[in-house]
């Protein structure tokens, strides 16, 4: 299968999740650019942190009208896998490919730290190689990531098992102090309701090397490989010769 | 025309940077300050619309792209007729 990571302006994690995907998970990865239009046959869109216009007017507000990012909402919306990650999902909920909204941290503070999230839902795409309550380790690094959804969104959101990551304590217990940023429902990471499209705040690809002290962040990646590869024959054999790539 | 909107927070959503102004200004001893919401302001210049166009093309422009409907509201004025 194919991933392909979307470069903005302002976009810093891309090669991270770049490297990621190529040299880690080892599967073919393109970067696209903002202003194509095309998204070169990829099986899945990673929408990579940072601050795309410098989170000018609101956090992922701008990048919505990019000429790439129609490609990606049709894309989306034929049933083609997107993962937005901190800032890709900002741009996630702006598009309205995801609901609900981001506002300022409750304690007014950028954070940058590991946190732990407990997997809520592992029967989706992005969480089906992990079981169900397992912990991930993974850092957050975010000014903007308080969930906020109406009341009456959010009960349907839960009312559809769309929550797939809640802030939690090291023994995955879902409390007031382990959700840093102040999301409603502790919430970390949400899927549509078609069940193709998640965000997430923290960053996976920051967690999928020992070296960095985690590799929990792997999980997610991994489960997405396992949902595309599965679900139709691969167009090319799996070439396991390309292992050299740093 | 020179037009001005005004974005802020819908009343149900919690504004942290206006509670932190609102501590601010009860450490400074003003304690009438009841509350304090924060917003931001745009002036748009538009050329060639009439009034009735700019009902129509403020509301729009505002809604599309300057506020996030499911967090805020906003509310214009006509502040140069020409």
Known sequence: ?246 | MKVRILVSFKDSVLDPQGQTVKNALHTLGYAAVKDVRQGKVFELELEGATKKEAETLVPEIARRVLANPIIEKFDWQIIKDR
């Open chain 1, 1 to 246: 299968m194919k991933f392909g990571v979307v470069q903005f302006p302002g976009s810093n994690c891309d090669f991270d999740t770049f490297h990621v995907l190529r040299n880690v998970m080892k599967r073919e990865t393109a970067l696209l650019w903002h202003k194509d239009h095309d998204l070169q046959g990829v099986d899945c869109v990673v929408l990579p942190g940072g601050f795309s216009y410098g989170d000018y007017l609101r956090s992922g507000a701008i990048a919505r009208f990019s000429p790439l990012m129609q490609e990606v909402k049709a894309f989306a919306r034929a049933g083609g896998h997107v993962l937005g990650i901190c800032n890709g999902f900002q741009i996630l909920l702006e598009l309205g490919l995801l609901p609900g909204a981001m506002i300022r941290n409750k304690n007014l503070k950028f954070l940058c730290q590991h946190v732990r999230i407990r997997i809520e839902n592992e029967k989706t795409d992005f969480t089906r190689a992990g079981r169900k309550g397992q912990v991930l380790r993974i850092p957050i690094a975010h000014f903007d990531g308080n969930y906020y959804a109406p009341a009456r969104v959010l009960k349907d959101i839960e009312r559809h098992r769309q929550v797939v990551f809640r802030y939690c304590d090291a023994e995955g217990n879902i409390t007031e102090e382990a959700n840093v940023n102040g999301s409603l429902g502790n919430i970390a990471g949400i899927r549509n309701r078609e069940g193709n499209v998640l965000g997430l705040m923290p960053h996976p690809e920051r967690a999928s090397e020992a070296l960095l002290g985690s590799e929990d962040g792997r999980t997610i990646f991994a489960s997405l490989i396992l949902s595309l590869e599965r679900r139709k024959p691969a167009r090319r054999p799996v070439r396991r010769e390309r292992a050299r790539h740093d």
